[in-house]
């Protein structure tokens, strides 16, 4: 061969091409770095929060589909159950209403606290490693989220230091309200969004104010800003409606209270700001509206619908004495302090005398300033609407009527759970807080010790214990092998034995570990089921569901005759049903299996349960 021979090119191209490649790569790199490096005390207080959730909820982590939170394990199913059916919308089979539950006529999925937004944004996880991931997922992200989006919003908006930021978030993502409920309720843990909501209200109020423009709306509003906060109000407001009504509901309420008292204590920003920043509250409202007008007309007026509340504001009132008792929940909780409230998953208002007392010294010594002003307002008129219709003192009715009393009568409001009014106090004692840490730390002598001194003891009362946990019975292999196909089609109709109610929710589980995909009767959810079609938890059993009721609570084998199998006959066909399963670790399963088989004839065995087609 010559020397002359021209030679192959494929290593100094490929050497000179990866060159711009790699520089390419270095860059991106470099930029990452940089942007790590200017965001990382954000990035490292991220981390403490999700560390912190995820020192709350381990025990739940140990085995999310074996372990169920030991406080409202009734509501965990019900959301797992939820979560199950909002995924299917990445398989193209979603509604705002379903028949996969109390068939055959379904549950309206707005009318319940489904949280829409969380079970779609989630159903990839859902569908690969199951509900109760999913579920474990969530209350852990909501509790770290909503700290994290709260420490944002006092380090950017109020430009307060790292650590009162950071302190601030803390009591706002994990007060003893938040903690309390962890147990179960996702709608009201997952309050992330709030702080970005109250961040837009903020600067849209900028945006309204000729005098804090600059450049080109200096003189005037800036409408620009204006139009792009209403935009972004009214899509944190759609969001929020699918995620929990109850949160849009309080924040909004809040930040109503404080826009009066601001418009009070500072009226030359009222003159100056309240035209154009009542215009653009308008502008939000109405384009969300255009986006909820269906699905709230649905929630409210469609079928299935509820227009009123079940819960008796009564019994769902704050008892005064809790508020500065301490929670259960947390680590240096009195149990006894647990009768103060209606439950584990309701511990709304335990602050605790010392943050009470400390909140009050901080507001004072912040003085008259507007936000501190509109603060306060907000604690006083939210904690007094807490109590509900009488105001109740260790478990005493004093007869004396609350500020809650004003609101009876009122649609929709009036539904609300009085004691959850206090959810919205410790954002607002937060910030108040941070204010107060936050000048104590550009300070020097006897004030800022004093202050973070007290702030430290106040705080350290509320740290909380991390969630409890118990077992949970396994799903019937019948259902988890996918052996139901057997005797249902996916999209029918399963009848599991017992049949699922408020109180013993249970085999919802079942259509949960299946992805939802068949349908079952009766169940645990609200609609329009009680009396006078007023709002009702689920719905009245027909007579065979009453009857297998019975045997499994009792275990005694009733009397089957020809009228027994006819209302079994006409209730199966009235479900629709393909098969009744039974499980067979089921309580009491004999006297089950012989109940059914006189019913519906002899049974069929597979793995560990018994079916009947019918």
């Known amino acids: 061969m010559s020397s002359r021979a021209p030679l192959a090119p494929t290593d100094d191209v490929a050497t000179q091409a990866g060159r711009p490649l790699a520089r390419v790569r270095r860059q991106r790199l470099t930029r990452l770095a940089r942007t790590a490096a200017q965001y990382r005390i954000d990035l490292l207080v991220g981390l403490f929060f999700a560390a912190l959730a995820g020192a709350l909820t381990h025990r739940l982590w140990a085995d999310p589909t074996g372990l169920v939170l030991a406080l409202n394990p009734e509501d965990q199913v019900l959301y797992e159950w939820f979560l199950a059916i909002d995924a ?18 379904g549950v309206n999925l707005m009318a319940n606290t489904s949280v829409i937004a969380l079970g779609v944004l989630f159903a990839p996880v859902t569908l690969l490693f199951g509900a109760p991931v999913t ?28 650590a009162a930021a950071t302190l601030g978030g803390a009591l706002c993502g994990f007060a003893p309200g938040m903690v309390s409920q962890s ?42 800003r204006l139009a792009t906060s209403a935009m972004g109000l009214a899509a944190a407001f759609a969001a929020q409606v699918f995620i929990g009504e109850e949160v849009l509901f309080l924040g909004a309420l809040t930040l109503l209270v404080m826009a009066v008292t601001m418009i009070v204590t500072d009226r030359d920003l009222a003159r100056r700001a309240l035209p154009a ?25 469609g079928p299935l619908g509820v227009a009123d509340g079940m819960f008796s504001p009564h019994y769902f009132s704050a008892d005064l004495r809790s508020w500065w008792a301490i929670s259960p929940l947390s680590l240096l909780g009195d149990d006894r302090s647990a009768q103060l409230s209606t439950g584990p998953a309701e511990y709304n ?70 004691m959850r009014f206090a959810l919205a106090v410790p954002p607002l004692i937060a910030t108040l807080l941070v204010l107060a840490v936050d000048r104590a730390l550009r300070s ?43 005797c249902v089609e996916p999209g ?22 299946a992805d939802a995909e068949f349908s079952m009767p009766q169940g645990f959810f609200i609609g329009p089921h009680g009396r006078g079609g007023s709002a009702a938890m689920g719905v009245a059993p027909r007579p065979t569901s009453a009857l297998l009721a019975d045997v499994a609570r009792s275990g005694l084998r009733p009397v089957v005759g020809d009228e027994q199998r006819r209302r079994a006959a006409a209730d199966v066909a009235y479900w629709g049903a393909s098969c009744v399963v039974l499980a067979a670790d089921t309580a009491h399963a004999d006297s089950l299996r012989l109940t059914l088989e006189a019913l519906y004839g002899p049974s069929t065995r597979l793995t560990d349960a018994w079916y009947w087609r019918v």
């Open 444 to 486: 020097t002598g006897r004030a800022r010790r004093l202050t973070l001194v007290a702030v430290a003891v106040a705080v350290v009362p509320l740290l909380p214990a991390p969630l409890p946990t118990a077992q949970r019975p396994p799903v019937p292999e019948f259902i988890t092998a996918g052996h139901w196909r057997t």
């Open 183 to 224: 147990n179960s309720h996702l709608h009201m843990t997952a309050q992330w969004l709030l702080p970005v909501i109250v961040w837009l209200v903020v600067r849209l109020l900028r945006a309204a104010d000729p005098a804090a423009g600059s450049g080109p709306a200096a003189g005037a509003p800036d409408r620009r």
């Open 88 to 105: 299917r919308a990445l398989l193209g089979d979603f509604g705002l209403s379903t028949d996969r539950l109390n068939a055959p006529v």
């Open 349 to 418: 208002t335990f602050l605790g005398w010392p943050l009470l007392v400390v909140t009050t010294g901080c507001a004072v010594w912040l003085g008259r300033r507007p936000l501190v002003l509109a603060c306060t307002a907000g604690i006083l008129v939210m904690a007094a609407l807490s109590l509900g219709p009488e105001v109740v003192f260790d478990r005493e009715g004093s007869g004396l009527p609350g500020p809650y009393a004003l609101l009876g009568g009122v649609p929709v409001v009036d539904g609300a759970l009085p």
């Open 492 to 513: 029918g109709v399963l009848v599991p034995v017992p049949l699922a109610t408020p109180k013993e929710p249970w085999p919802m589980r079942w259509a949960t570990a």
């Open 135 to 162: 579920f474990a997922l969530l209350v852990t992200v909501n509790l770290a989220g909503t700290a994290t989006a709260w420490y944002l919003l006092f380090s950017r908006t109020l430009r307060a230091r790292r």
């Open 277 to 301: 920043f009542a215009g653009a509250m308008v502008l939000a409202a109405g384009t969300a509206l255009l986006v909820l007008a269906r699905p709230l007309w649905f929630q409210f007026a």
